[in-house]
């Protein structure tokens, strides 16, 4: 599982899933939130990275979920239920067009229910070079 | 003039059948397919990929060598493309003074030729000074276009820096595959 990740997310996203400032939206202590808004769910298996990983669809599914769960338990809907891999199928046929507006959308969202705070939106947390 | 033997009858028989029945257009056609179906057939999904990019990174292997890592051979450096930082006042896996390195990096597989395993390498871009221009090196094993940016080292990876200006790359060991 950890293979999977590395050796496809975590070049950007960093081992310890902080992303990179301006760049890489961190995943630690974050990503969950998705999960929270709706469409968030949708969302988080339709960006890029996700539909065009170079792995089966079984396989993503694990490491959707196995991501979720090691950087983001706390952040997780109550009643999150893990992917299945017949949604991630379906969700890799239907990449999303605007990632940027979508996300603005739901970082918006995040932030009226008072999930986020006014500005933060997982890029200007996301780790800085040193 | 002698009566056609039995087998010349047949063979006639058979060949105005297909002559009459056939045209050599709709031969050709199947005939084709079945040349360039049998070369496609291998192509076709069945994870190959994991076997192709094992053979490939053997082929790297076998002239890499695990002494001297300014040289394009050395072994950590089958996906490399640019400038070692081990000629440019770096290290194999540190950035040389003044410049800095990228958080992001592209995380690749190379195979040790000591023990045959393969291992994962990150290869970091140090940004931040003006480019070293010592030791290029354009290596290819596993690399995609720049369309799929990730797994592409014809780019610049400083996203995340301070600056994006390139120094040189260095090839971190990540781990056992």
């Known amino acids: 599982m950890l293979e999977d990740y590395a050796r496809n997310c975590q070049g950007c996203h960093r081992a310890d899933g902080t992303g990179a400032f301006g760049s890489v939206p961190r995943l630690r202590g974050f990503v969950g939130l998705f999960t929270r808004v709706p469409g968030g769910r949708d969302y988080l298996i339709r960006v890029p990275g996700v539909v065009w990983a170079m792995l089966d669809d079984t396989r993503l599914t694990r490491l959707v979920n196995w991501m979720l769960r090691t950087y983001s338990p706390e952040e997780l809907a109550p009643d999150f239920r893990p992917y299945t891999v017949d949604e991630i199928r379906r969700a890799r046929r239907r990449p999303l067009a605007g990632v940027a507006t979508e996300r603005a959308r739901l970082i918006a969202e995040m932030q009226r229910r008072g999930l986020l705070p006014p500005g933060e939106d997982g890029l200007v947390s996301a780790r800085r070079a040193p | ?177």
């Open chain 2, 1 to 177: 003039m002698r009566e056609p033997s039995l087998l010349d009858r047949l063979v006639e028989r058979v060949t105005r059948r297909v002559a009459q029945k056939s045209s050599r257009r709709g031969f050709l056609a199947r005939l084709g397919a079945t040349v360039v179906g049998g070369v496609m057939l291998p192509l076709l999904p069945v994870d190959r990929s994991g076997r192709l990019r094992r053979a490939h990174a053997q082929a790297f292997a076998e002239q890499a060598q695990t002494r001297d890592d300014t040289a394009c051979n050395y072994w950590r450096y089958c996906a490399m493309d640019g400038y070692l930082c081990t000629c440019c006042n770096g290290g194999v896996a540190e950035c040389p003074p003044g410049s800095e390195p990228s958080p992001t990096s592209w995380v690749g597989s190379c195979i040790n030729p000591d023990d045959g395993q393969v291992y994962l390498i990150a290869y970091r871009d140090c940004c931040g000074k003006g480019v070293c221009g010592r030791c290029p090196c354009l290596s290819t094993e596993g690399e995609m276009p720049v369309y799929r940016p990730q797994l592409s080292n014809d780019i610049d990876w400083c996203f995340g820096a301070k600056s994006m200006v390139y120094h040189c790359t260095t090839a971190g060991l990540v781990g056992r595959a």
